[in-house]
């Protein structure tokens, strides 16, 4: 009972992600700025779970302005060595939010979250029709 609710909530909050995120990534296409970035030094997080590193890509923007970010999407195969330049692509109103425009980077997070979406929903339909 618990665990159909759960998945039921879950996968379509996934599918919802995945949607938002793609729609994201298309106006960055159509209407952002793209820019060369430099992967310029690998960072450990603190994270509770223990350490895990994230790499720190920087940029100047369309303003000439120096940024830096450490891009949220992490994980198998989007991994960048240190002294990569990148594509970074932004918004012209929002600079500081900028996304790693490589096709690993714009199409593996909102597959990974589809596919996620689909499992919950698959494992609460069996957990439905078991329980």
């Known amino acids: 009972m618990i665990a159909t609710l759960v998945c039921s909530v879950v996968g379509p909050?996934?599918?919802l992600?995945?949607?938002r995120d793609?729609?994201?990534?298309?106006?960055?296409?159509?209407r952002g700025i793209t820019v060369p970035g430099l992967v310029t030094r690998r960072e450990r997080s603190?994270?509770?779970?223990?350490p895990k590193w994230a790499f720190?890509?920087?940029?100047?923007?369309?303003?000439g302005l120096y940024r830096e970010f450490t891009?949220?999407?992490r994980g198998v195969?989007?991994?960048l060595p240190v002294g990569r330049q990148v594509p970074v692509l932004f918004m012209p109103d929002k600079p500081e939010a900028p996304r790693v425009g490589?096709?690993?980077h714009t199409v593996i997070p909102p597959v990974a979250m589809a596919i996620g979406g689909a499992l919950f929903l698959g494992v609460g339909a069996l957990a439905a029709v078991a329980g």
């Open 17 to 19: 992600a995945a949607w």
């Open 56 to 63: 720190v890509i920087a940029y100047t923007d369309h303003r």
């Open 102 to 104: 490589t096709r690993a």
């Open 13 to 15: 909050l996934l599918f």
């Open 46 to 50: 603190g994270d509770p779970d223990g």
């Open 22 to 30: 793609t729609r994201i990534v298309r106006r960055l296409r159509r």
């Open 71 to 73: 891009p949220q999407a």
């Open 77 to 79: 195969g989007l991994g």
